[in-house]
């Protein structure tokens, strides 16, 4: 599959910006699949052309639209081009592009993913579904990444594979932080390594299952619907677990950076570990943690990052917590304001607040970054989530789970 896919993928025109499109209904789910936001991670690209045009879809109850990202790195098989197209959705970029004359080849493709977005937003009254599909450069497990809010690990809680929170701490503007912003339900999936014809079958087997968790077509318009239930649980190992981003090796400009090799994400870890070298230093690990997403390629500026499970009793509380809103008592703690009268982000003197544990802002739904020595902005996804879209779904009634 991989390798027919491979030669035509560079024959003119072999990937439009719209994968598939269903016949637009205004009410009911709408699921929007992107793949290929970077141009060297074509997995996802090929299991929504199979999927898509392969399944029977009658009977749909709602829209779907399968969108290609990064069409230019596509076609040459490359991350990207002049900048990574999966770090460029901040606010204050995004209202600098709407300024510019001249754009390079990620801004060119920024502005076209943006209209489209836009465009399907109004067309419809949701609830919505984005789902961004990758792949990683080091062998992995399947594995699900989210923006921390209760109807992202509601939805995502029904896939058997790993959920790993708390991203977009180390990240600065993903397109599914931008697409949470909003309010909407928006998740990762890496499908496995690039290149490896699982991935191309977990991402199939992926994009099935969602067709049926977001309502879009009952579970017997899948026949294979346990076969690709089952994929997933085979690949994941049976790892179900809830993991959070505990350290980044960020990359800086010139620094030499190699990753030991035969690493692979989800790998137990113990501390002393030497997992890099970094202009000829050794790059040591400081948890006795899991290893995730070690970079085994030549473009990227995360060289790998560490994560911990979380125990279920903290997520069952942080659930709770949130539901309750008690996050408003936080402006009562010295050193804790209002950015401004929206409140939906926090600002926290170091100087003052020093004292408070992340943790606890973690558990209200906080996720910080830092402005400067002595200043945290803290976001908070509870509040800008649309959850009263989602109250009425199957999958968000259910509250029976570990996770």
């Keep these: 599959m991989i390798e027919v896919y491979s ?34 991670e074509t997995a996802g690209v090929f299991a929504l052309k199979d999927t898509l045009n392969d399944t029977n879809l009658q009977g749909l109850k709602g829209t779907i639209y399968a969108i290609s990202g990064n069409l230019k790195a596509l076609n040459i098989n490359q991350r990207f081009l002049d900048e990574d197209l999966n770090r460029v959705w901040t606010k ?5 592009l709407q300024l510019k004359i001249n754009y390079n080849a990620e801004e060119e493709e920024q502005q076209q ?36 809010a209760l109807i992202n690990r509601k939805f995502s809680k029904q896939f058997p594979v790993p959920i790993v929170l708390g991203i977009e701490e180390y990240l600065n503007g993903p397109l599914l932080s931008y697409i949470n912003q909003l309010g909407y339900v928006s998740l990762g999936f890496e499908s496995g390594q690039h290149n490896d014809k699982d991935a191309v079958l977990n991402a199939i087997a992926f994009i099935k299952l969602s067709l049926v968790f977001s309502g879009i077509l009952k579970q017997e318009n899948i026949p294979d619907f346990d076969k690709q239930f089952g994929q997933l649980v085979s690949q994941s190992k049976g790892i179900s677990d809830v993991f959070e981003v505990v350290c980044l090796h960020h990359i800086k400009k ?42 085994y390629q030549a473009q990227g500026e995360e060289g790998f990052f560490i994560i911990k499970t979380i125990q279920p009793f903290f997520l069952k509380l942080s659930a709770v917590l949130r539901h309750l809103k008690i996050d408003g008592v936080l402006v009562l703690l010295p ?4 950015q401004d009268k929206s409140k939906e982000v926090l600002k926290v003197n170091l100087k003052i607040a020093k004292f408070l544990a992340t943790s606890i802002f973690h558990l209200l739904g906080y996720r910080s970054k830092k402005i400067s020595d002595n200043y945290l902005l803290l976001y908070n996804r509870e509040r800008v989530s649309k959850t009263e879209s989602y109250k009425n779904e199957t999958w968000y009634k259910k509250t029976s789970s570990k996770r």
């Design 92 to 96: 204050p970029q995004l209202e600098a």
């Design 113 to 148: 993913l943006l209209q489209l977005l836009e465009n399907i937003i109004c067309q419809h009254s949701g609830p919505f579904y984005f789902i961004d599909l990758h792949t990683t450069s080091s062998k992995t497990l399947p594995f699900i990444t989210i923006n921390d």
């Design 335 to 338: 050193g804790v304001t209002w």
């Design 254 to 295: 010139d620094e030499a950076f190699t990753m030991k090799p035969n690493f692979t994400s989800f790998q137990p870890i113990k501390k002393g570990t030497v997992l890099a070298t970094s202009n000829n230093q050794s790059v040591i690990s400081k948890h006795n943690a899991r290893l995730f997403m070690p970079l």
């Design 7 to 40: 030669k035509a993928l560079h024959k003119k025109r072999m990937v439009d910006r719209i994968i598939y499109q269903s016949q637009p209904i205004k009410q009911g789910p709408t699921l929007v699949f992107f793949a290929g936001i970077h141009g060297n």
